[in-house]
């Protein structure tokens, strides 16, 4: 199992809809969660951080499920400028400056 | 603030050039991170450095040289770089906190081309 998983997509969603991705980590000591958006050719910017059940900023909205091993990003009422790939990202361990990053889900809002 | 700057934001270098990209935050972050990402991949880690001092190293071949001036600035020297080193380089900086997880905020990121 890799140690972060992500659908890769794309989604492809109209706007004003909602939509959701999942990202799986193998590691269940894992205490903090990290989604980042990253725009085609452009840096990663930090979305959400979640360190403990969830977190919500506006129409994000991120739910940890520790049982599961996995961490959602729910977008509402989407915009076409939320078109981008959504990274997760889990540091991988205790003493370790190294955090892991999924692959990627990408999200295209048509109008 | 919570601004990490690079520069340059291109670089087009032959293989036998040296060059260095430069890495500025005044987050009073005392981690600081290289890393290299190709076209629709993630983010692959290169170095850490935690309070200047490097503290990972991933492999990563000796024509990359990082440096750490001070708490602020990271460069990274490139020396005798092959085509296939074309890529978006990117610095990153977090709080060092023991024991715990902090957010990465990342530069723009320097595209470089070898010819």
């Known amino acids: 199992r890799k140690e972060v998983e992500q659908d890769p997509g794309p989604f492809n969603v109209p706007e004003g809809a909602t939509v959701a991705f999942n990202c799986t980590y193998s590691?269940?000591?894992?205490?903090?969660f990290f989604w980042y958006r990253q725009d085609c050719r452009k840096e990663p910017k930090l979305l959400m951080s979640?360190?403990?059940s969830g977190n919500e900023d506006g129409r994000f909205t991120a739910q940890l499920n520790r049982a599961s091993q996995y961490i959602s990003l729910l977008i509402r009422d989407s915009k076409l400028s939320d078109s981008a790939t959504y990274l997760c990202?889990?540091?991988?361990?205790?003493?370790?400056?190294?955090?892991?990053f999924g692959t990627g889900t990408r999200l295209k809002v048509l109008a | 603030d919570t601004e990490v700057t690079q520069t340059p934001k291109h670089l087009v270098m032959g293989m036998t050039n040296k060059k260095s990209l430069k890495c500025e935050q005044h987050?009073?972050?005392?981690?600081m991170y290289w890393y290299k990402q190709k076209a629709k991949k993630p983010p692959e880690l290169m170095f850490v450095?935690?309070?200047?001092?490097?503290?990972i190293n991933e492999s990563v071949p000796s024509r990359f040289s990082p440096e750490c001036p001070n708490s602020s600035l990271l460069n990274l020297h490139l020396h005798a770089l092959q085509p296939e080193d074309s890529a978006l380089y990117l610095c990153?900086?977090?709080?060092?906190?023991?024991?715990?997880?902090?957010?990465?905020?990342f530069g723009p990121g320097t595209r470089l081309t070898v010819l």
């Open positions: 990153a900086s977090s709080q060092e906190l023991q024991g715990a997880y902090n957010e990465q905020f």
């Open positions: 590691n269940s000591a894992s205490q903090s």
């Open positions: 979640v360190y403990s």
């Open positions: 990202v889990v540091p991988k361990g205790s003493g370790t400056y190294k955090y892991i």
């Open positions: 987050m009073g972050h005392r981690a």
């Open positions: 450095y935690s309070y200047e001092k490097l503290s």
